[in-house]
């Protein structure tokens, strides 16, 4: 079936330092994304969305690029914080229900 | 800032036992949803409730689950026969709307089948 995947597992960054991770989607009628971070032992916290009639969105201090022709998603981080270590989730939704599917993950570690 | 609550934290049961996890959804929400995650793996969706009835499930979701909202506050998830492959993390959401609405995550009950 369709799914959500991710690029890196692992992404090491020194501390003020810009971060990209990346994620693969093959699902063509998804319309929907969004990154979620997750800290340890807590629940995946939204951090950004993007519709599919965009191709940028900018938070504070995160921005989202979303690619349809090669069907990729990427959140970047500006000026990365120890605080921002945790794992990144992108996630897809389409219009024919609410269910989030889920990538795998990729781990942010951030070194001082 | 409000915010979804799950009770217990950690559920450590025997195979073949019934548990219930409980969710505190945001209390404005309408939609609500459980997530598992298995350790070291993605988070999968398994259910959607939306006026007092199943929206949406995933495979996963087969006949030892069941859920309910047995009053206004309260979500609840029922495994009814607990197999050692249930083990995993169980989140719980809320959304105020659907299709592009925030989903609000709890922190979480860890499940541990023996």
């Known amino acids: 079936g369709e799914s959500v995947g991710l690029h890196l597992p692992t992404l090491s960054v020194q501390e003020g330092d810009n971060s990209i991770i990346n994620c693969a989607y093959s699902n063509s009628a998804s319309d929907y994304f969004i990154w979620y971070k997750q800290e340890s032992g807590k629940g995946p916290q939204f951090i950004i969305d993007?519709?599919?009639?965009?191709d940028k969105r900018q938070g504070q201090r995160v921005t989202v690029l979303l690619n349809k022709t090669v069907k990729h998603l990427s959140l970047q981080i500006a000026a990365t914080q120890p605080g921002d270590s945790a794992v990144y989730f992108c996630a897809e939704k389409w219009n024919a229900g609410n269910m989030l599917t889920f990538g795998g993950g990729t781990r942010l570690m951030v070194k001082p | 800032e409000p915010e979804v609550t799950q009770t217990p934290s950690h559920q450590v049961t025997q195979m073949g036992q019934e548990v219930i996890l409980r969710c505190v959804p945001i209390s404005n929400h309408l939609y609500f949803y459980w997530y598992r995650q298995i350790l070291g793996q993605k988070v999968e969706f398994l259910v959607s409730?939306?006026?007092?009835?199943?929206?949406?499930k995933s495979e996963i979701f087969d006949d030892q689950f069941s859920v309910e909202r047995p009053d206004g506050s309260n979500f609840t998830l029922k495994i009814r026969s607990t197999k050692l492959e249930d083990s995993a993390m169980y989140f719980c959401?809320?959304?105020?709307?659907?299709?592009?609405?925030?989903?609000?995550f709890g922190p979480g009950t860890r499940l541990t089948v023996l």
């Open positions: 993007i519709r599919s009639n965009m």
């Open positions: 959401a809320s959304s105020a709307g659907q299709t592009i609405d925030e989903q609000f």
């Open positions: 409730f939306y006026n007092n009835e199943i929206s949406e």
